[in-house]
């Protein structure tokens, strides 16, 4: 399998994603349910605080990733839904560094909304992976 990183810019280099990821050769694709900050029970954790939910959805992720054999380094995709943009901006600097010590090179996509499935939940991630 070959990635190829598809930049025509640099701007998006200051929030850690890449404009598309060509992907040639995969031999398997992972399609993730979006991820929040729900204990191994589906209970929330971190209630108000969007920086640990992210973060707390991460861990989630990358569980789900391993249970599948595959790695936080081959997420190709992110979208990222979130209750209150500012606060996740606010958050995106922890997020991105996990993400970029992983080695993960993702086009990402956020989108506000309203809420999320239950009341608690401040941010859900998304993610497509491929080896």
Request: proline share 4%; with cysteine.
């Amino acid at each position: 399998m070959e990635k190829r990183v598809v930049n025509p810019w640099t701007w998006q280099d200051r929030f850690g994603f890449v404009q598309a990821n060509e992907v040639t050769a995969a031999q398997r694709v992972l399609y993730c349910a979006g991820q929040t900050s729900v204990d191994e029970d589906g209970r929330p954790m971190h209630e108000g605080q969007m920086e640990a939910q992210a973060l707390q959805a991460l861990d989630n992720l990358d569980t789900v990733l391993r249970a599948a054999d595959f790695e936080p380094a081959d997420i190709i995709r992110l979208t990222i839904y979130v209750t209150d943009v500012d606060a996740y901006l606010a958050a995106a600097p922890a997020v991105g560094a996990r993400l970029g010590e992983a080695g993960s090179r993702f086009a990402s996509t956020l989108l506000g909304v309203a809420r999320l499935a239950l009341p608690e939940l401040l941010v859900e991630i998304e993610a497509t992976a491929v080896k």
